[in-house]
């Protein structure tokens, strides 16, 4: 059960925009772009100034401190000046005295622009070699060798949309100004650390110490608050600062659509070549993805697209060639999976169209390029995938799930069934888990020890849903053999863990769960010191179990222990650190050990789709996913249903459409769909993998589980195709870009009919 | 406790309505407050969360409760992000909050909740609990078919919805008890539950107490100088009297549409009459020949009557908004909003339906296809408005059929809407009509392609032949919903549609139905 679960159902958890303001707050708002790239003209203000209840105004040239807030490259200012390159980009902001005031005096503003030419798709910067960041190419063997000696050859392009993030919580940050020239700031982020130096140096602060950011819980996030909430604690930080007085910006739905990040949309222009039996021999990508108009986390996310270019298969020749586009758009940003999503379902077009060029079951063609271990087991990184999970799992589900016997029924229903087609398939994941930026794998903690035996909890982690508190505290219940009531959960705060990474990645209890576990361990090592002092027994002796201390033949509480060893001055808190082993990763050459280890999964998704309209639906999904030795099954659970279905509303429904201004047209909930209550299929069975512990020494041998599941989504994409293929004579291969709305659908349908 | 004869003066300036089992009397409050704002930002009511702003995700879900005709309690889920606080005059509003017994035990709703892990991050729940809390409310024992359809409004993000399915078919599975007892009663406990808001005979004591005899206006003058008005009639001699009295004003039935615009942008000088207390304006009327709909009876209302009529039609009912929503949206305000994708003008058309308009005391009658002229022109005089729709019951031989073709089943706007109706006889088509929705700029008739199926055999030919036509009657345009290409195309198919209807049954044509037989 999640630690807050009580407080969500009875409307008491607090957010940030629940929390007591301190008198005299303000409200902020703000004058952004309306074109996607122009210079800015005249930018007047005065009668934004002159509105009611307006009391501060600021722009690019009220920034104490550098007008900056990303870290990565320099090239996100907090407030544009002279030049605009998207819309919904930050001009200006308004604090008022209510939210109404502070969004009506931003309608006050005179603002001239002088359009220039914007560069708003993939295509048109690829055209016009409009890059953000230097192209990538990561290579093993002679990939266009294999291409020209292998038997058969497939090549096309395909694209696959961006998604919103559509977290329930918009972006919100609360700033309270300090005596002391300081700031504290309540945010709903996943890297309150970022927040802490953007506002330092924002602020022109000496001291990143001077700023205190804290985050009790998230309302939702997956991804979209790693850095995009950094603008919104800055401007609230700014004018807090300017006033004197505590500043909230909260956004609007509508606002937060058009101005933050989204996931990354790609372009992938392939060739394969491969045997009669379907084994890939040579692959060349070129990965093309739209990312807005600054760098942001771009750099990092199309790395992970590279190095997941191959999902579960051997490519003994590959160039993977990743191009990072710069378009007038919203920056696109981190968003569960991470770039994964985007070349896995690259990779598993391709498997499909092996297949269906063959006339296999796209099944045998996955399960004969598997990774091997032994033989074919190097990755085009130099990683080995040493585990045999894959074959296991795949297997496993393959029966559980009667793959083969529903085949054949679905082929028999589809012969009979004029309108309605059925479609299936079984897709694989495997996961690298680590960040690939290196020095990120680092987790600091605290815990405190009182003299009634129960325990204050810190770590750097945030909790935005997917129940890491709750891991954390189990896991320090378990190392002091307590019950989880004892332990207070708390929010994560500067003040208490420093340069905590960000929770991203899905390494969130994987390294403050073993931070914790260290400074657990730590305090539960000086009482058992104690005890074997002050009773006199040898150390091995003493031992915790079930809220109770046997020190030799007697029994004391936990809690008499803690009281004692406090009359005794023992010290009763401790603060724990991890940093992951083993990783390497030579950014430049694209080689090394990325990863610690993998998370595998699979899924086996049927679909039905009308053959008139495109309209579709899930019918049943089958899971079988790896979690290691599960440190909390339920949770776990809940994160790959959530995963699953939020990666088949990618995949299916959640379409992001920019009009030829760049505006966004699908900025709201009536126009952008994310899955409602009757999408999550009637049949839906998740299992565990849970007898397999984690080969590496990981927290109780557990496995990440945030981001994996989300590629599972593919099947029900796969299956779609599938159902498509069934409408024509299976000469033509369906083509079929994501997502595959009913108009797609039946698009792809009319093209397999036109020959 | 209020004293009823409070009520003497003609007209009454503040609101009166039930929050936390006490009555709040809120003498002229801003009538742009809407009921989201007024319980985070002054009823320290901060469960209740806007995720939003416009109805579309259910985070803000809270539940009215009043007396119905038969002196029923009634609770019905609304979005309090759109509605301007007024709208709560004489109802109970009940939240997150209420739901708790005084000792702390949590409702069955929210313990199922608990124990099936049904919230994540947790910020659409407090909106689930009082969908389900109004699902329990109503005594049902609703199937997965009937929880799923209470909560296609309530949108989550992180839990792909399993838990909170099975949580809400394991509370309703078990024979749930109709209270739960508090352990540690308060003295003077309200009531028998222990909840003191949730109490139906303290809850019908007080909605009794503030039963409303006298007009609602109430007056708020801006900083700028202008005045506001917003004004609640009960009878259509009060509703004709203001529309005398002030010029252009807002009419508010459902608010679903409007209710954003006054919250989100507050105008100055503006006068908003919210119609739907009018009782002449409210109610359904049945004879041997049609069904007659006061204007600003609510699409939940009106659903169980049409769907009995035509099941189609029903279906478009269920997927029209959400359940909290359809409580509140009226079918005279979604003709008068004139959205080029209206479902039910595309039903109410094809089935020849009729309208009463009114002003003062002079009513007159036309086709709902009449009403609109264009693309946000309707034939409406100046203090002119929708009394009553009426819509024919069907015939020996008719056949109607109504389809809706979005990228989400439920709660999702039309990319196209279709309904279609005829009588056949001798397998004949006669007296046909063709309406879409989404394929001009506002819903129309296909007239080529119903001239081309009159009289003609009910064959695949004639609809062949038929919808060809289909591209003489409309240049759909490409927008965010969907292409020309793709209306035209589909519009064509659910002709096919129709026609395969008499050949094969429901599940072998929509997915949907083929979905609830499968396995």
Redesign the interface.
């Known amino acids: 059960?999640?630690d807050?679960?009580?407080?969500?159902?009875?409307?008491?958890?607090?957010?940030v925009?629940?929390l007591p303001v301190p008198a005299l707050t303000l409200y902020a708002a703000f004058g952004v772009s309306q074109y996607a790239n122009a210079r800015v003209t005249t930018l007047d203000l005065e009668r934004v100034r002159q509105s009611?209840g307006v009391a501060s105004v600021v722009t690019a040239h009220d920034i104490p401190g550098e007008n900056l807030i990303s870290f990565i490259q320099a090239d996100e200012p907090v407030f544009a000046s002279t030049h605009v390159e998207c819309v919904g980009q930050p001009l200006f902001a308004v604090a008022a005295q209510s939210f109404?005031q502070a969004r009506a005096a931003i309608d006050c503003a005179r603002v001239e622009y002088e359009p220039l030419v914007s560069v708003l798709t993939v295509e048109q910067a690829l055209a016009d070699d409009s890059f953000i960041l230097p192209s990538k190419r990561l290579s093993r063997g002679n990939a266009t060798h294999a291409l020209e000696s292998a038997t058969h050859h497939l090549e096309g392009q395909l694209q696959v949309g961006g998604q919103e993030?559509?977290?329930?919580?918009?972006q919100v940050s609360l700033a309270i100004p300090n005596d002391n020239g300081g700031i504290c700031i309540h945010s709903a982020t996943q890297y309150p650390s970022h927040i802490q130096q953007a506002v330092a140096r924002v602020l022109g602060l000496k001291r990143i110490s001077d700023v205190t950011v804290m985050c009790r819980?998230?309302?939702?996030?997956?991804g979209g608050k790693e850095t995009q909430s950094t603008l919104f604690a800055c401007v609230a930080a700014l004018l807090a600062a300017k006033t004197g007085q505590a500043v909230k910006c909260r956004l609007?739905?509508?606002e937060d659509m058009v101005m933050t990040g989204k996931r990354h949309d790609f372009i992938a222009l392939y060739q394969v070549g491969f045997d009669d039996e379907g084994r890939i021999e040579g692959y060349r990508v070129e990965l093309s993805s739209r990312c807005g108009m600054s760098a942001d986390l771009s750099g990092f996310i199309n790395d992970r697209a590279m190095l997941h270019s191959d999902n579960c298969y051997f490519l003994p020749h590959v160039t993977i060639n990743s191009h990072r586009c710069k378009t007038n758009t919203v920056s696109n940003t981190a968003f569960r999976g991470f770039g994964a999503p985007q070349a896995i379902w690259v990779m598993e077009q391709i498997i499909d169209e092996i297949a269906r060029y063959l006339g296999q079951d796209p099944l045998d063609i996955r399960k004969r390029n598997f990774y091997e271990p032994g033989r074919r087991s190097t990755t085009p990184y130099g990683m080995r995938v040493e585990d045999p999970l894959l074959h296991e799992i795949v297997s496993r589900l393959e029966t559980d799930a009667r793959y083969r016997e529903r085949r054949a029924e679905i082929e028999d229903f589809n012969r009979h069934?004029?309108?309605?087609k059925r479609g299936l398939a079984l897709t694989p994941v495997k996961y690298g888990v680590a960040f690939t930026q290196t020095h990120l794998n680092q987790a600091g903690a605290l815990v405190h020890l009182y003299i009634d035996g129960s325990v204050y909890l810190n770590h750097g982690g945030t909790e935005?849903?997917?129940?890491l508190y709750t891991k954390v505290a189990q896991v320090v219940a378990e190392e002091l053999q307590i019950d989880m009531g004892r332990i207070t959960i708390s929010a994560a705060d500067t003040s208490k863990v420093p340069n905590a990474s960000a929770t991203a990645a899905s390494v969130g209890s994987d390294l403050n769960g073993k931070a914790a576990q260290a400074a657990a361990r730590t305090i539960k090592l000086r009482l058992v010191e104690f005890a074997a002092k002050h009773f006199n027994i040898r150390p091995e002796e003493v031992v915790f179990s079930n809220n109770r201390v046997s020190i030799g033949s007697q029994q004391i509480s936990f809690q008499e222990l803690v009281a004692l060893a406090y009359h005794e001055r023992i010290s009763l808190s401790a603060t724990g650190f991890y940093r992951t082993p083993e990783i390497e990763f030579d950014r430049s050459k694209f080689t090394g050990r990325p990863f610690l280890y993998f998370s595998y999964g699979a899924a086996v998704s049927e679909v039905?789709?009308?053959t008139?309209?495109?309209?579709?639906?899930l019918?049943?999904v089958d899971i079988l996913h790896d979690c290691g030795r599960s440190l909390n099954p339920?949770?776990d659970?809940?994160q790959i249903?959530?995963?699953?279905?939020?990666g088949a509303g990618w995949l299916t429904?959640e379409?992001l459409?920019w009009n030829d201004a760049g505006v966004l047209?699908?900025n709201?909930?009536?126009?952008y769909?994310?899955?409602?209550?009757?999408?999550?299929p009637?049949?839906?069975n998740?299992e565990l993998l849970e007898t397999t512990p984690n080969r590496k020494d990981t927290v109780f041998s557990s496995k990440a589980v945030g981001e994996p599941p989300f590629m599972l989504a593919i099947s029900v994409f796969q299956a779609i195709k599938d159902a498509i293929a069934a409408a024509g004579n299976r000469c033509r291969r369906p083509q079929l870009d994501a997502p595959a709305?009913?108009?797609r659908i039946?698009?792809a349908i009319?093209d397999i009919h036109s020959t | 406790m209020p004293n009823l004869t409070s009520f003497n003066s003609p007209e009454d300036s503040a609101i009166r309505f039930v929050l936390g089992g006490e009555i709040k009397t809120l003498p002229n409050i801003d009538p742009s407050m809407t009921i989201l704002r007024y319980l985070?930002e002054i009823g320290n009511?901060?469960?209740?969360?806007e995720?939003?702003?416009?109805g579309?995700?259910g985070?803000c879900t809270v539940v009215l409760a009043d007396l119905d005709n038969d002196g029923q309690l009634r609770y019905r889920t609304i979005n309090s992000c759109l509605h301007p606080l007024p709208q709560v005059d004489g109802q109970a509003l009940l939240?997150?909050?209420d739901?708790?017994t005084i000792d702390g035990h949590?409702h069955p709703?929210?313990q199922a909740?608990?124990?099936a892990?049904a919230?994540?991050?947790?910020?659409?729940?407090?909106g689930i609990?009082m969908s389900l809390f109004a699902l329990y409310q109503s005594g049902d024992h609703p199937d997965?078919e009937a929880i799923?359809n209470a909560?296609?409004g309530?949108?989550?993000?992180?839990?792909?919805?399993?838990?909170?399915?099975d949580a809400a078919l394991c509370l309703f599975e078990s024979d749930r008890p109709t209270v739960v007892e508090g352990n540690q009663r308060m003295n003077q406990s309200p009531g028998s539950s222990g909840r003191l808001v949730t109490d139906d005979s303290i809850l019908r004591k007080l909605l009794d107490s503030i039963k409303r005899s006298h007009r609602l206006s109430i007056q708020e003058s801006t900083?700028t100088g202008k005045t506001n008005r917003y004004l609640l009639p009960v009878n259509l001699a009060e509703l004709s009297d203001m529309l005398g009295q002030y010029e252009n004003p807002v009419l508010l039935a459902g608010g679903t549409d409007i209710g954003p615009l006054v919250s989100q942008k507050?105008q100055n000088n503006e006068t908003i009459i919210f119609i739907g207390k009018v009782k002449e304006l409210r109610g359904m009327v049945l004879s041997d020949s049609s069904i007659t709909i006061g204007a600003a009876t609510t699409l939940t209302e009106v659903y169980p009557v049409i769907a009995r009529y035509y099941p189609a039609f029903g279906e478009l009912l269920l997927r029209f908004g959400s359940p909290a929503v359809r409580n509140l949206a009226t079918i005279g305000g979604n003709i008068a909003g004139r959205s080029p994708v209206s479902d039910t003008a595309t039903a109410l058309i094809a089935l020849d339906s009729t309208m009463a308009v009114r002003v003062g005391s002079t009513q007159r009658t036309l086709s709902v296809e009449a009403f609109q002229i264009g693309a946000k022109h309707d034939v409406l005089a100046p203090g002119e408005f929708i009394e009553s729709i009426s819509l024919p019951l069907p015939k020996e031989g008719s056949m109607f059929s109504a389809y809706k073709?979005?990228?989400?089943?439920?709660?999702?706007?039309a990319?196209i809407a279709a309904a279609f109706s005829m009588e056949l006889k001798d397998n004949r088509i006669h007296q046909v009509r063709v309406c879409y929705g989404g394929m001009s700029p506002y819903v129309k008739r296909a007239t080529h392609c119903e001239r081309a199926l009159t009289g003609m055999p009910w064959t695949p030919d004639t609809i062949e032949t038929a919808g060809q036509l289909l591209e003489k009657d409309f240049e759909p345009t490409t927008?965010?919903?969907?292409?020309s290409g793709?209306r035209m195309?589909?519009a064509k198919?659910?002709l096919?549609?129709w026609y395969?209807e008499s050949t094969?049954p429901p599940e072998?044509?929509?997915?949907?139905a083929?979905?609830k037989t499968?396995?």
């Open positions: 059960m999640h807050s679960a009580r407080l969500h159902v009875t409307g008491e958890a607090d957010y925009d629940d009611p109404q993030h559509f977290y329930f919580e918009s819980r998230i309302g939702g996030a997956f609007t739905r509508q069934s004029p309108i309605l935005m849903g997917q129940g039905a789709i009308d008139l309209t495109g309209e579709n639906t019918l049943k339920a949770i659970r809940g249903e959530g995963a699953f279905l939020q429904m379409e459409i047209q699908t709201t909930s009536s126009s769909k994310i899955p409602a209550c009757r999408d999550c009637v049949h839906f998740v709305t009913p108009e039946l698009n009319q | 985070r009511r901060t469960g209740t969360k995720a939003c702003g416009e579309g995700c985070a939240t997150v909050e739901l708790k949590l709703v929210q909740l608990v124990e892990h919230s994540q991050c947790g910020y659409c729940t407090p609990v997965r799923v909560l296609t309530n949108l989550c993000r992180c839990t792909g919805y399993r838990p909170i399915i900083s507050p073709i979005t990228k989400r089943h439920d709660c999702d706007i990319a927008d965010r919903r969907a292409s793709y195309l589909v198919n659910l096919q549609r395969f094969l072998s044509l929509q997915v949907r083929y979905q499968y396995e």
